[in-house]
């Protein structure tokens, strides 16, 4: 059974970057033939894929929000994070990781998400 658990503050400030980490456990990030995403959900814009990063290391963004946004991983601690720079309150949302499988295209386990909110 693969696990995905999301970390990180629950409040930043606008302008700060916020960081993610995605603990996950069952399974391998390199293990080839998954990806491993960002997804957040906010009550204005709904569910919106941020990035992911895939099993041999390359990343891919969103082109909406690649300009301030990286993903990176610690193979030695399966772990995927996101960082997000210059945060305004647009970036409020719901923070998901996710599993996805290259041959359906589709997310198979996700993590159960972790609240964070950008205000001064």
């Known amino acids: 059974q693969v696990q995905l658990q999301e970390a990180g503050p629950g409040l930043v400030k606008p302008s700060q970057t916020l960081s993610l980490t995605c603990t996950v456990s069952?399974?391998?990030?390199?293990?080839?033939?998954?990806?491993w995403s960002w997804i957040r959900r906010s009550p204005g814009k709904g569910l919106e894929w941020m990035g992911g990063?895939?099993?041999?290391?390359?990343?891919y963004y969103n082109p909406s929000l690649k300009s301030h946004t990286s993903i990176s991983r610690d193979t030695s601690k399966n772990q995927f994070s996101l960082q997000l720079r210059s945060v305004t309150p647009e970036d409020t949302a719901v923070y998901y990781c996710?599993?996805?499988?290259?041959?359906?295209?589709?997310?198979?386990?996700w993590g159960q998400g972790t609240q964070v909110t950008v205000s001064s």
């Open positions: 996710a599993r996805g499988r290259v041959t359906v295209d589709a997310y198979d386990y």
């Open positions: 069952g399974g391998s990030i390199t293990t080839r033939g998954y990806y």
């Open positions: 990063i895939v099993s041999d290391g390359v990343t």
